[in-house]
């Protein structure tokens, strides 16, 4: 495509299957008008598709992205009043589509999953429920009180114990599959007629995208919330094609396209910030790591900014190495703000701009910097390490894996559109041309190349949805990397005695009155050989290089511990202090906020540890404990705290002690929102969909300063300190014995140019200081990775659960360092 033609995007194919009722049109016309999609309408008996064979019908249906099977007479079991509707739900996964059955549609899928269908004591035809129950999961998702109008004499059975007993034996249980249809989860009960007694609304399918409802979602006396639910159905079956449908797409391969874009030196600077959800798990679905965001550094012209909390001076390091220096810069976040309000675009962007990172800083703010927030002095012990460092990223590549997406920008100027086309086209050439699977004995044409949108921001789109996963063994490669230094390392974990009595010194602490909640941290060392740079260019992949210790190690704990928000950081000594690289495989979001400054926070305390023995309801059981309550409510109370005094009364808390699943552990999570005065309820990255979201820079103007104000406001992070905030940092000051904490428990991330931002906290992570040696038993001097891990202390813990929780969280990242991926262990000292 020409530069300066902007494409205009394909409305979404539907093909709705009418069996004869007389309220088609209305539903046909809600689609197109709430989904902007092209919808052919035709019947369940059409002859062109039932007359002639499955194969017509199969070859029809390949021309659309999803069906919706409508609403009729009749009786789902009776193959004449279902018709096409039925040959749905056996489709191979090769013809499988996205359907969303209404009524009498919703009725077949259910009992072509096991239901039952029966008549209702009291049939509902033109009434509405005022007893409509939904748990905001899927097609309800952030759908309020439903009305919803309904039509129908029967209903669908699932077996499901409120149906057959009136009662479950837990609230969740509501919510759960039957035994019956093990298949179908339960998204909506009615509760209207107490004769009709528990009847399902709405139902999902687990493994297949077959959603249904029972009600009448285009009725007029059908509430706009109700209505809803089809917008939200196509959402997640948008989802569902990006990452299903498109070629049969795997999951993108991350660690081959961010390593090989980016890392192509042991000893260059790179930020690297990760969504490392496992394949089957749709990022939608957890509602955070939907982006990977790769920071290209430029040779010679990348700007680092660094700053000490101890001497309040700010560096400036130019590309060329030289240094501009800020003597007493007391706010560094108000620094911050301004240099962020200077940055901003004069022209709004054209074209698409759905990224959520155009450029702006990358990088990490350390606990102390936290510390200094709140008038806490910094340690006697503070060593001369930056507390903040920042790079100016003005190339930059973002990866959408919801979408499937890939967004490559500069904003440096018109000029360097050279290099967002070349790198396109590498991209390309690398991950699409090579990668082509199919059976020796047929032969495709040549591939298209991605189509290239031009934009005022210097931005090109490629539809990564038909990349191939590179076939590449690099997840095993990373583990042998590092095997022969480990077996040399040498791993210093915290004592238990030392630390379960430093237990029972913040147990003191909360009894004495000074505390509510202290959260204790200790650092664990691992030793390893010093690294050998020079033989890295004799490898034909540098990214499998002997010296690209570091980046080995974000692999393997990428690989053993996915988290949301990975990171890899690698940047070079500055006059503060020496290089540092940053291994993150964070489950925590601290604080995310968009371009209208809409923020988030998403506080995590509580954790259960994965095991054979280990089931959900286990670990719900455990999470719902009274300590573990505790802990998460006095962290969710002090966050609400911190946002009402940036964004007075317009705070909420959306979601309160719910039970996330990561790879190795359950953990306990809350999320807290807060907006501006005059703007819409809080959004995140993972919901950015429609252009509203990217508001006008003279709209950002008054808005987008809330973001920095709210995460100064907010550190360090509450869910590393405990509450009150200022007088348990001073007490953990005073218990951990003045040992910084450095990087760890501080925060991670980014700050835009066009006014949004997004941290993580540090947690589950290593670092590594590149100057920091220390020399064990004559051997030569080694290099130090620190691993923080620590736990709340309240005054229902116990010492030796406190430590025991302690090693779970140290596990998650220890295991990166072990010398075999089959055996987790590693050389203790």
Not at 36 to 48: F, L, P, Q, S
Not at 133 to 145: A, C, M, Q, T, V
Not at 219 to 244: L, M
Not at 492 to 510: A, L, N, T
Request: glycine share 8%; proline share 7%.
């Amino acid at each position: 495509m020409a530069p300066g033609i902007t494409a205009v995007p394909t409305p979404a194919r539907i093909l709705f299957l009418d069996a004869y009722d007389s309220f088609t049109n209305n539903i046909v016309n809600h689609a197109r008008e709430s989904l902007g999609a092209d919808v052919t309408v035709i019947h369940i008996d059409d002859e062109r598709y039932t007359g002639t064979g499955h194969g017509d019908f199969l070859e029809f249906l390949s021309t659309f992205d999803a069906v919706i099977a409508g609403p009729g007479p009749g009786d789902p079991s009776i193959e004449h009043d279902v018709g096409l509707i039925g040959k749905l739900w056996s489709l191979d996964e090769k013809d499988m589509l996205p359907v969303l059955g209404v009524c009498l549609g919703y009725q077949s899928l259910a009992l072509a999953f096991g239901a039952t269908i029966e008549r209702l004591p009291e049939p509902r035809h033109g009434v509405m429920t005022t007893e409509f129950l939904h748990d905001e999961r899927s097609i309800f998702k952030g759908i309020g009180e439903v009305q919803a109008t309904q039509y129908h004499s029967l209903r669908v059975n699932i077996g499901h114990s409120i149906q057959t007993q009136s009662s479950v034996a837990y609230p969740k249980q509501l919510w759960e599959p039957a035994e019956q249809c093990p298949d179908l989860e339960p998204l909506a009960w009615d509760w209207d007629v107490p004769p009709n007694k528990a009847v399902l609304m709405a139902t999902r399918h687990l493994h297949k995208p077959f959603w249904g409802v029972q009600y009448h979602p285009e009725s007029i006396c059908t509430n706009e919330e109700g209505a809803r639910a089809v917008g939200n159905w196509w959402r997640e079956a948008q989802c569902w094609i990006a990452n299903n449908k498109i070629l049969r797409l795997k999951q993108l391969i991350r660690n081959s396209m961010c390593g090989l874009v980016c890392i192509h030196d042991p000893k260059s600077q790179a930020v690297v910030l990760e969504s490392g959800l496992k394949p089957g798990l749709q990022t939608s679905e957890v509602g955070t790591g939907r982006y990977s965001i790769v920071g290209v550094f430029v040779p010679d012209e990348t700007i680092r900014l660094s700053y000490s909390v101890y001497s309040k001076t700010l560096y400036w390091k130019t590309g060329q190495g030289k240094t501009y220096y800020h003597h007493r810069v007391e706010d560094i976040w108000e620094y911050l703000r301004e240099l962020m309000d200077d940055l901003r675009p004069i022209k709004e962007p054209a074209g698409p701009r759905f990224a959520p990172f155009w450029g702006g800083l990358m990088g990490y703010a350390s606990y102390e910097a936290g510390l200094d927030t709140i008038g806490v002095k910094p340690s006697p012990r503070q060593n001369t390490n930056p507390d903040l460092q920042f790079a100016f990223i003005t190339r930059s590549i973002v990866i959408d894996h919801a979408i499937k997406k890939v967004y490559v920008q500069s904003i440096r100027s018109a000029d360097d559109m050279r290099w967002v086309v070349d790198t396109q086209e590498t991209l390309f050439n690398m991950f699409v041309a090579p990668n082509r699977i199919r059976p020796l004995s047929e032969s495709y044409p040549p591939l298209p190349k991605p189509q290239l949108y031009a934009l005022g921001l210097h931005s090109i789109v490629s539809d990564i949805r038909k990349l191939y996963p590179p076939d590449v063994q690099a997840k095993h490669l990373h583990h042998l990397l590092l095997r022969e230094k480990i077996k040399d390392g040498l791993c210093s974990p915290p004592p238990r005695k030392g630390y379960e009595s430093m237990v029972e010194s913040c147990q003191e602490k909360i009894a004495a009155g000074n505390s509510y909640e202290l959260c204790l941290t200790q650092q664990t060392t691992f030793l390893l050989p010093p690294t050998d740079l020079k033989d890295w260019k004799s490898h034909g992949n540098p990214m499998m290089a002997p010296g690209n210790v570091p980046w080995t190690l974000f692999r393997n704990i990428m690989d053993r511990n996915p988290a949301p928000f990975g990171a890899y950081i690698r940047f070079n000594n500055c006059d503060m202090g020496s290089g540092v690289s940053i291994v993150s495989s964070s489950p925590e979001r601290f604080m995310s906020w968009d371009r209208k400054g809409r923020t988030q926070c998403r506080p995590i305390k509580g954790t259960v540890r994965k095991g054979p023995n280990v089931t959900r309801a286990h670990a719900d059981e455990i999470l719902q404990s009274s300590k573990e309550r505790a802990e998460n409510l006095m962290i969710v109370d002090l966050t609400r705290h911190q946002m009402h005094g940036v964004f007075g009364a317009n705070v909420t808390v959306p979601h309160l002690m719910e039970v996330e699943e990561y790879e190795t552990v359950y953990q306990l999570v809350s999320v807290v929102e807060g907006v501006p005065p005059g703007v819409d309820h809080a959004r995140t990255p993972e919901d950015w969909e429609e252009p509203p979201d990217y508001v006008s820079v003279k709209t950002r103007a008054n808005t987008g300063a809330y973001g920095i104000r709210a995460l100064a406001a907010s550190l360090p992070p509450g869910s590393m300190t405990g509450a009150p905030k200022k007088r348990s940092c001073e007490l953990l000051k005073e218990i951990e014995e003045d040992e910084p904490r450095g990087v760890y428990a501080g925060v991670l991330g980014y700050l835009d140019v066009g006014g949004g931002g997004d941290f993580s906290v540090v947690i589950r992570t290593a670092v590594c200081w590149e100057e920091e040696r220390v020399e064990r038993e004559g051997k030569e001097a080694r290099e130090v990775w620190r691993i923080g891990a620590g736990g709340a202390v309240t005054s229902q813990s116990t010492p030796s659960g406190e430590y025991d929780e302690m090693f779970v969280k140290l596990g998650a990242t220890l295991g990166a360092f072990a010398a075999d991926p089959g055996h987790p262990a590693y050389p203790m000292e």
